[in-house]
């Protein structure tokens, strides 16, 4: 089964579409992306499609007059499946933080710096790491095309909703997979018409975000350059980092704003000392008129078989080069591969030597 996953505006799983396919193949996946396409994202322009890199994948999207290529279309790496791509190669937990740590910085400096440290441990795997472009695994050199995703966790926390569907018979599988799809939009629609009902103008997600950062903002240090423009200087309490800020070209030098969106503490800050409404800033995306938009589509119930109209199709028979020779039942689990492997936690110490092997109790 394919299951193509998009999130909306309150940061929740949103299914798009799904496939039964014979294998995870090239033919599949160019087959399933061009359906995706064609009846899901059509004429829309500037489409990011997060994926874990599958060979089949990666030649359907970079082939010659792919309708998922650039400028229309962006692709970028699934960062644990890059990350576990990267730890296969040089098995070193330390590294694999330190890489991981890289592509999820939303600066440039914190970036550099990372992989400054990196390439101290070891040259190669930095070299490794150099060899991909930075814009498809990394986010602060994304650009806002992900919108601060950078996992396909959303994706595979579906396909375990849909576990259970997997070995059932393919009519049986389709109905519950429907099903499944029904409830997620009765659930989730009626909190756009409670959230309009309450005068919301934002998702809950980004009025919590931006509730938290607004409270941090206070704390900044604050020096206007150009009031017009809406360029300003701040200094963070903490740290006593330098971030700048320009209203007018939308950017903020902590490159939060455009990857993810909606305002960062310094953007905030920047508002209130101009007295700004600061949500003509936030992404339509996070809008709750935008959250209705999302979840308007409706089903119909499905009526008796004998309703049905009549299939344009002739009588479909199995594949017998298809047919399973194994014995036994089927896996009904994925390979565990090695981001399924959690890294050893350190030994408990006591609490009053710091030692192993007791505790303070003990």
């Known amino acids: ?48 499609l997060i994926s874990d890199r599958h060979v089949g994948i990666l ?76 814009d ?28 259970g569907a997997r070995f059932l018979p393919i009519t049986v599988c389709v109905q519950l997979t429907f099903y499944r799809l029904v409830h997620y939009f009765e659930v989730r629609r009626p909190l756009g018409f409670s959230s309009r009902v309450n005068g919301d103008t934002h998702t809950p997600h980004v009025l919590a975000k931006q509730v938290a950062l607004m409270s941090k903002s206070t704390a900044h240090s604050l020096r206007a350059f150009n009031r017009e423009k809406g360029l300003f200087e701040l200094i963070t309490q903490r740290g006593g980092n330098v971030q700048i800020v320009n209203l007018e070209q939308k950017t903020c030098s902590c490159g939060k704003w455009e990857a993810f969106k909606y305002l960062c503490s310094h953007v905030l800050g920047a508002c209130a000392k101009l007295s700004l409404n600061s949500w003509q800033y936030v992404d339509r995306c996070y809008s709750i008129v ?35 020779n194994k014995k036994g039942r089927p896996r009904s689990t994925r390979l565990r591969n090695g981001m399924d492997i959690k890294e050893r936690r350190s030994a408990n110490l006591c609490g009053i030597c710091k030692q192993s092997g007791h505790n303070r109790k003990k």
Not at 73 to 101: E, M, P, Q, T, V
Not at 296 to 322: D, T, V
Request: charged share 20%; aromatic share 12%; proline share 5%.
């Open 59 to 134: 030649k359907a999207i970079h082939e010659l007059g792919s309708p998922w290529s650039m400028p229309r279309c962006f692709h970028r790496y699934c960062l644990r499946h890059f990350i576990n791509n990267f730890n296969d190669k040089f098995r070193n937990s330390d590294l694999k933080k330190l890489a991981y740590r890289a592509g999820s910085q939303n600066q440039i400096r914190k970036f550099n710096s990372t992989m400054e440290e990196i390439g101290k441990l070891n040259p190669q795997a930095r070299q490794w790491l150099e060899n991909h472009p930075f």
């Open 136 to 163: 498809r695994w990394t986010l602060a050199h994304d650009g806002g095309k992900r919108y601060g995703l950078l996992t396909t966790n959303l994706s595979e926390i579906f396909n375990s909703v849909l576990k």
């Open 1 to 48: 089964m394919m299951i193509a996953i998009g999130v909306d505006g309150n940061n929740q799983i949103l299914p798009l579409a799904f496939a039964i396919v014979e294998s995870e193949s090239y033919d599949s996946w160019k087959w399933f992306l061009s359906h995706v396409k064609n009846h899901v994202v059509k004429e829309r322009e500037g489409i990011c």
């Open 290 to 324: 935008a959250y209705c938009d999302t979840w308007a589509s409706e089903f119909l119930p499905i009526p008796h078989q004998a309703y049905w109209p009549q299939s344009l199709f002739g009588e479909l028979l199995p594949n017998i080069e298809l047919l399973r």
